[in-house]
């Protein structure tokens, strides 16, 4: 038995996100029915984490098992030929068989764009914020969220966690022409994190809200007081690590 | 009497072009029905150039008359109202009556995107070619094709067109992760042009034509000889200059 490592891309705007829903088109979906069709197999992909409905992947993890001795790049190819365009296998490799992409990562990274004018390219990867924002102020606000927290006011609440406490690594902001990205690295990640804390930074951007004040929400553990859960189009699952 | 002018970006995916084809769709049809809807009254709108179907536009220029008296700045807000988001209105300006974007403009700047991996994220902006290619000798062979020439061989002949002599100033090769990109600056450009020359140099690339070859092509006036025309979801027309 083989443990098969995919690094997957995605353009996640007409998927209801990763995870398999019955009726609903799923980027697990099409990996699993893809596998179907080339091992005449029907197995379970396993990925690092549930990206949801229209976030984007530059680098996914995923796994399955298989008996098959296809050599790596034959099964890419082949993944790749059963598979729709806007969802790509990047890389393929033998792991050991005990590797969950799940469990085993340590560190994902994501980014949000923002688009400072409302461009007819590129307007499925970036959401447009018609405000302008202060920058400055908005990567002072980052500081507030870097390290070890409890974000139950930065997710929705699922009766699936455990507990909400995350590891927020950096925050980094860069500024592009008409436009702004952050990216985030984090040991975990909660259901719609990235989109409310950029929903909060944007409101601090605006003026509406202050550094003191995102950290005043972090205590408070309170959902309703954070910013509203901005769009996923901006959203990328950029890449997750392991030991 | 006003003479407006329009930088208008545009995502071409969906458009047969820029021109106005009955039972088509195109970027200059949805600008005449967005002027129509906002000023009530039927107006040309002239495009600087005629990008072909599915090419796409960074700063493309288009101008209409009007005696209404609107300013620039909401003349912009209304047109961006009643346009699809896949075309908009970057900015408007006030112009001489007499200028003319198609006729007045001195030089124009396209660049094509090709892809070395076929990815899922910017698939409707960029060509994925599947053979890898020396750009060093795409850059020699490029060299060829600079200065002013007969691009007869390099074109789609056309019965407008009272002769094949364009002056190209630059052409500069950029390397990303993954990709690469031609821009191209030239007086003027022919039907499919920049398609064909960019499917000549990718044959250079491969290996099946040399920067001699390109040379003796561009000699011989005469299409079949070229590279052939690569699709248009690569190429964007960048901007134009009037003097």
Partial sequence: MRNIKLIVEYDG????????????????????????????QKLPVIGAGRTDSGVHALGQVA???TDKAYPPEIIAKALNRFLPLDIRVL?????????????????????YHI???????????SWYCKYPLDLQKMKSASQMIIGEHDFTSFCKASPDVAHYRCIVES?????????????????????????????????????????QDVRDILEKRDRNRAGRTIPARGLFLVDVEYP
């Fill in 13 to 40: 705007t007409r998927y209801c996100g990763w995870q398999i829903q019955p009726g609903e088109p799923t980027v697990q979906a099409e990996l699993e029915k893809a596998v179907e069709k080339f091992l005449q």
């Fill in 63 to 65: 796994s399955f098992r």
């Fill in 91 to 111: 890389d393929v490799a033998d792991v050991p068989l005990e590797f969950n992409p799940r469990f085993d990562a340590i560190k994902r990274r994501y980014r």
């Fill in 115 to 125: 688009s400072l004018k409302r461009h007819a390219i590129n307007r499925f990867y």
């Fill in 171 to 211: 925050i980094t902001w860069s500024e592009m022409k008409d436009s702004i990205c952050m990216e985030i690295v984090a040991n975990r990640f909660l259901h719609n994190m990235v989109r409310i804390i950029v929903g909060t930074l944007v409101e601090v951007g605006r003026g509406s809200l202050t550094a």
